[in-house]
């Protein structure tokens, strides 16, 4: 049983480095930045008007931005990676009970 649990922990793992750049973009954080008309832009909007005109650097909107852009890096890996397992963990903690 551990074993299968250690597989399946890890295929979350990947399942979430493989979706991050899906679910980005999805919402419209694209390689051009966000699209026109998406929760994406809307969410930009929200953080430009709230913070006098600008998107604050390191806002989530910012590192959503530059993500759908550049890419995950290793940091972004490591967290989607991170997500992955933890979701797959947490329903297999649920199913067991």
Partial sequence: MGLLIGLAIAAGAAGGVLLAPVALGAIGFGAIGPAAGSYAASMMSAAAIANGGAVAAGSTVAV??????????????????????????????????
């Fill in 64 to 97: 959503l931005t530059s993500t759908g852009m550049a890419g995950l890096g290793a940091a972004g890996t490591a967290a989607a990676a991170g997500a992955g397992a933890t979701v797959v963990g947490v329903i297999g903690r649920l199913w067991r009970r």
